[in-house]
């Protein structure tokens, strides 16, 4: 069975800090792995996927994120949060060659100014 | 890039009554779509997918006949909530599987941009 978990329902960071978002997976197969973005009232916008490749992957407004097979994770960073980073961050898993896809309970990301 | 179109966004009914969500890939097609529900300060839920030309495959605790799902045409999807309750008022969002892009865009999920129902 395929389950994705985000530590910490709400993450509080001041404009300029680290962001950190942590998610691990459980899968019985290789998975592939997401993060989305969702703007109030909007869908869920791609940040970035790890298929195959690099473990580090890089997506759009500066985040990234380290595929770490040993550890089962696949966090999300920033090195320095912008007020319109505000948003809730959802981790997703696909598997059976992209057929379904399971998301974490989300991560509700503050910027502080 | 591709872009989902999710109509209504906002729809208000009354307990009883059937609504319909519409879900369209406008620049590519979309073999594959799904259907989530997402509660509030919770997940997205899979409720389905959707195989255009054929029948939808529900996840174990989805009432298919609640929650009748169409997928007619390589564009097109529809959910339709039936007889609809308040325990069914959510937000229902679509998506869609973009095999067919190249590079950075293949095989994601873009997803439309939701519909709030609300059951009087």
């Known amino acids: 069975a395929q389950s994705v978990t985000q530590l910490g329902s709400h993450v509080s960071v001041s404009e300029g800090a680290l962001v950190l978002l942590r998610c691990n997976y459980s899968?019985?197969?290789?998975?592939?792995l997401f993060w989305y973005v969702q703007y109030p009232n909007q869908g869920l916008q791609l940040l970035l996927k790890y298929t195959t490749g690099a473990t580090l992957v890089k997506g759009i407004n500066g985040f990234e994120a380290e595929f770490k097979k040993s550890e089962t994770s696949f966090h999300l960073t920033k090195p320095s949060a912008h007020m319109s980073d505000a948003a809730e961050y959802f981790c997703?898993?696909?598997?059976?060659?992209?057929?379904?896809?399971?998301f974490g309970s989300g991560t509700k990301l503050n910027v502080k100014p | 890039g591709a872009v989902v179109s999710q109509h209504p966004s906002r729809v208000i009914c009354k307990s009883g009554t059937s609504v319909k969500i519409e879900c369209r890939s406008l620049d590519f097609q979309a073999t594959t779509m799904f259907w989530y529900r997402q509660f509030p300060k919770k997940s997205l839920m899979l409720m389905a997918t959707s195989n255009e030309g054929s029948k939808a495959t529900y996840e174990q605790g989805v009432e298919k006949d609640k929650f009748l799902i169409n997928h007619a045409s390589l564009t097109l999807s529809t959910l339709t909530v039936t007889s609809a309750h308040p325990e069914d008022s959510s937000f229902y969002i679509c998506?869609?599987?973009?095999?067919?892009?190249?590079?950075?865009?293949?095989?994601?999920?873009?997803f439309g941009a939701g519909s709030r129902l609300t059951v009087l």
């Open positions: 997703a898993v696909s598997v059976d060659n992209f057929n379904k896809f399971y």
């Open positions: 899968s019985s197969v290789p998975p592939y």
């Open positions: 998506s869609a599987r973009t095999v067919l892009l190249a590079g950075a865009g293949a095989n994601v999920l873009t």
